[in-house]
T-cell receptor, first 109, second 114 residues
Framework: KQEVTQIPAALSVPEGENLVLNCSFT??????LQWFRQDPGKGLTSLLL?????REQTSGRLNASLDKSSGRSTLYIAASQPGDSATYLC????????FGSGTQLTVLP | DAGITQSPRHKVTETGTPVTLRCHQT?????MYWYRQDPGHGLRLIHY???????DKGEVSDGYSVSRSKTEDFLLTLESATSSQTSVYFC?????????????FGEGSRLTVL
């Protein structure tokens, strides 16, 4: 059974800092990996989708990498802003989507 | 934003009563999913649909049933609600399965069973 782990569970950083969120998974036979953002009381917003054949994807200040062989993905956020405060979830796709429990990010002004 | 509407957004009900949650999409995506989100458990798949009248069970399907009579609507029914079904329920849509492609989520329906 696929298991997805996100460390740390919570992170607090000052505004302007570059940061890395981690996601690990146990079964490397995946189709893709997706990063989501969830604001309190809201649904999930898709940030980046990395296909299994890809190594990374970029969108604005966000960069996600994927290393299938080691079962790891990272989400890099450059020049963090208070508006980036949210919970970030990763999910891996292998027949069905399996989610991690998320990293709650707080960016302090 | 993907056109996904969940209703109701909030509901309080009593144990033993039936509850139906509705997910409506305007994207014409083939695949629709119901998840529940609970502290300590993350998001877990309840049921999904891969076409009109085609549905299958997910990880936590006991106590839930679904129906999809039209491409745009996916209903989740709790035949007899229990307190353990208190949760936030999310609908998601996607264009592919297996390789699920990108999933888009609704705003969620918060259900409280007293």
């Amino acid at each position: 059974k696929q298991e997805v782990t996100q460390i740390p569970a919570a992170l607090s950083v000052p505004e302007g800092e570059n940061l890395v969120l981690n996601c690990s998974f146990t079964d490397s036979a995946i189709y893709n990996l997706q990063w989501f953002r969830q604001d309190p009381g809201k649904g999930l917003t898709s940030l980046l989708l990395i296909q299994s054949s890809q190594r990374e994807q970029t969108s604005g200040r966000l960069n996600a990498s994927l290393d299938k062989s080691s079962g790891r993905s990272t989400l890099y956020i450059a020049a963090s802003q208070p508006g980036d405060s949210a919970t970030y979830l990763c999910a891996v796709s292998a027949r069905q989507l399996t989610f991690g429990s998320g990293t709650q990010l707080t960016v302090l002004p | 934003d993907a056109g996904i509407t969940q209703s109701p957004r909030h509901k309080v009900t009593e144990t033993g009563t039936p509850v139906t949650l509705r997910c409506h999409q305007t994207e014409n995506h083939r695949y629709m999913y119901w998840y529940r989100q609970d502290p300590g458990h993350g998001l877990r798949l309840i049921h999904y649909s891969y076409g009109v009248k085609d549905t299958d069970k997910g990880e936590v399907s006991d106590g839930y049933s679904v129906s999809r009579s039209k491409t745009e609507d996916f209903l989740l029914t709790l035949e007899s609600a229990t307190s353990s079904q208190t949760s936030v329920y999310f609908c998601a849509i996607g264009q592919r399965s297996g390789d699920t492609g990108e999933l888009f989520f609704g705003e969620g329906s918060r259900l409280t069973v007293l």
